[in-house]
């Protein structure tokens, strides 16, 4: 009895926070931002995508590189023609001040060339908005050409 008493006491004390991991209300939450960003890139509309990008991204890539890259990587990869969700991992914290989300999205996806492994990860942001913080994309091929 005294020990939920202090748990009790401790919880009110220290405020109101609680945790989930996993979670597929949140999953399906950040897989909205990803079929935004991967319908974006599939019809080029890169100018749209550039929201969907947490502004701590924007201040270590430069938009016209960012464009680049992307131009660049349809170039070699081909049209998206499919994006398939194959793991996720979600964190959320709530607590009576400040919320905290961590998400990750990996893809494997089809291109017209190439298929990729890619990984969107994304964070909740102070003004109650998702968005992404990172994007790795890894060749499922390796084409060495030696002569």
């Given at each position: ?13 220290s405020?109101?926070t609680?945790?989930?991991?996993n979670?597929?209300?949140?999953k ?28 701590s ?14 131009e660049e990587?349809t ?17 959320v914290l709530?607590g009576?001040?400040?919320?905290v989300g961590?998400?990750?999205l990996?893809?494997?996806?089809k291109?017209?060339?190439?298929e990729?492994?890619e ?10 908005q998702?968005?992404?913080?990172g994007y790795n ?11």
């Amino acid at each position: 009895m005294k020990t939920a008493v202090f748990f009790l006491l401790c919880t009110i004390l220290s405020g109101c926070t609680c945790s989930r991991m996993n979670d597929t209300s949140d999953k399906m939450g950040v897989e909205k931002i990803a079929d935004e960003f991967y319908s974006n890139l599939q019809f080029k509309n890169y100018k749209n995508i550039y929201p969907s990008f947490s502004n701590s991204f924007w201040k270590v890539m430069d938009t016209t590189k960012f464009r680049q890259s992307l131009e660049e990587s349809t170039e070699k990869l081909g049209a998206l023609l499919e994006y398939n969700l194959v793991d996720w991992q979600t964190y959320v914290l709530l607590g009576s001040t400040k919320t905290v989300g961590d998400y990750t999205l990996v893809y494997k996806n089809k291109y017209e060339k190439l298929e990729t492994t890619e990984t969107l990860t994304l964070k909740y942001e102070d003004d109650g908005q998702i968005r992404i913080v990172g994007y790795n994309v890894l060749l499922d091929q390796l084409n060495i050409n030696a002569r």
